[in-house]
């Protein structure tokens, strides 16, 4: 096999390959002899059919196999010979694979750069931490009285913010009612979610037999085009009034919610809260780590995996573009723009990881069978009354398994450059944290 080296650029490297046709014709009469063992045809002992009956039934279809396994062969002593560390598959480009010919092929590949590891020791990070205080635990009792509520009809009076009208609606456009515009004993919180915005607003106040006309236009993104951005009047018929009717806070609500006692209630609700904070603070440090190491980091990443990266991110911001749906600050770019800070993004995910791999293998930082089983069951729990398909899933699929390793591979990374890290914690409330965690 000849191998030349015809461009080696930054982080892109190209090869001609020749392989003799000695060898592809050797190739080829070896599998060609492999199949006259075990093929059967009409007139011919099995074993005994003429290599000549073989050749012409099956040759060109196992030409095609021992080029395929030719090529990759070849293309795997370069990358070994070399000792290159592809960045992805190579592209191969057939040049001559006549038959009775050399083959000859382009391989063009890029590699992976040279990382350097970064000091952990000079990255001063603050850890913001938060703790559950008698108002989040008393507002945390009050949506679950509000969940275990029942409604309850009550005297016919005006109906304020929160409570509950039974309406019948009729929707017009231009005086024409339109289809999905009306219903009957449709109960709809006053001031609540859910409807038209402005729509629940205007029920305030309306009393059981009552009838209202309400005004709205339909927001600009709505799901139905031929309602989007359109007005509308609905004629709104009141005819019950309902209100929410909250257990009390003592044993029996904590009983009714598999718990022992308000005490063991408040401890849950603590213990949920504090797991809730810490995730919080895991985002915001695990943020500010990233950052520091993308200051950090000046290595070149090779261009295929950014072009890839890019196109899956570019995708999406297509799709919300075409459903009217993105974010204020991306609306008013242009798509030359919008392309470039994506492209960015890109980049720095794939620098990011990159680096994150390279410190893992580095420091020998593994994923064990036990902690893929742990995942694996967690993501089984996640499916309740699905857990046998989901597990049975996961056995039938390995690489299944198999992609919730880089997960917890990138958490055990983090985790090891924060050990080395310089960390304060610092106690905020628990709206910065969330402020903190949530930022871009």
Do not use: H
Not at 61 to 79: C, F, I, N, R, T
Not at 91 to 112: P, Q, S
Not at 312 to 327: F, N, S, T, Y
Not at 362 to 383: D, H, K, P, W
């Amino acid at each position: 096999m000849q191998v030349t080296e015809v461009a080696n650029e930054g982080l892109k490297r190209a090869y001609t390959v020749v392989v003799p046709a000695s060898s592809i014709a050797l190739q080829k009469d070896k599998r060609l002899a492999e199949i006259a063992k075990d093929i059967k045809l009409p007139g011919f002992r099995p074993g005994k059919v003429p290599q000549k009956v073989v050749q012409a039934r099956y040759g060109q279809s196992v030409m095609g196999e021992v080029l395929e396994a030719s090529v990759q062969q070849a293309s795997d002593k370069v990358v070994a010979d070399n000792n290159l560390r592809p960045a992805l598959q190579p592209k191969i480009e057939l040049v001559n694979f006549a038959d009775g010919a050399d083959l000859e092929f382009r391989m063009d590949v890029e590699i992976l750069p040279e990382i350097p590891m970064p000091d952990f020791a000079g990255i001063s990070l603050t850890r913001l931490k938060a703790a559950p205080g008698e108002e989040d635990i008393t507002k945390a009792l009050e949506n679950i009285t509000r969940r275990q509520a029942s409604m309850e009809e009550t005297e016919a009076r005006a109906a304020a913010k929160g409570e509950v009208l039974v309406c019948d609606f009729v929707g017009r456009i231009d005086g024409v009612e339109f289809q999905g515009g009306a219903a009957n004993d449709m109960p709809i919180e006053v001031a609540g979610p859910g409807f038209i915005p402005g729509f629940t607003e205007q029920l305030e106040g309306m009393a059981p037999g009552e009838e209202r006309l309400v005004k709205v236009s339909f927001p600009a993104e709505y799901g139905s085009a031929e309602l989007a951005g359109k007005d509308a009047e609905f004629t709104v018929t009141a005819k019950a009034l309902k209100i929410y009717a909250k257990p009390a806070l003592d044993d029996e609500l904590a009983k009714k919610l598999g718990l022992e006692s308000m005490e063991k209630l408040r401890e849950a609700i603590t213990d949920s809260l504090q797991r809730e904070y810490d995730s919080l603070s895991r985002m915001a440090i695990k943020r500010k780590l990233l950052d520091a190491l993308a200051e950090r980091a000046s290595f070149t990443v090779p261009e295929g995996m950014v072009d890839n990266e890019f196109a899956k991110i570019w995708q999406r911001v297509e799709a919300d573009m075409k459903a009217g749906k993105l974010d204020g600050e991306d609306a008013g770019k242009d798509e030359a723009t919008l392309k470039a800070e994506y492209r960015a993004i890109a980049e720095r995910r794939i620098r990011l990881g990159l680096l994150l791999s390279e410190i893992g293998k580095t420091n020998n930082i593994q994923v064990s069978r036990e902690e893929l089983g742990q995942a694996m069951r967690a993501e089984v729990q996640r499916y309740p009354g699905q857990e046998k398909q989901v597990y049975d899933f996961f056995q039938k699929n390995p690489q299944a398994i198999e992609n919730l390793r880089s997960p917890i591979f990138e958490e055990k990374v983090v985790d090891f450059m924060l050990e080395l890290a310089k960390v304060e914690d610092e106690t905020v409330s628990a709206e910065k944290l969330t402020e903190a965690a949530q930022q871009p």
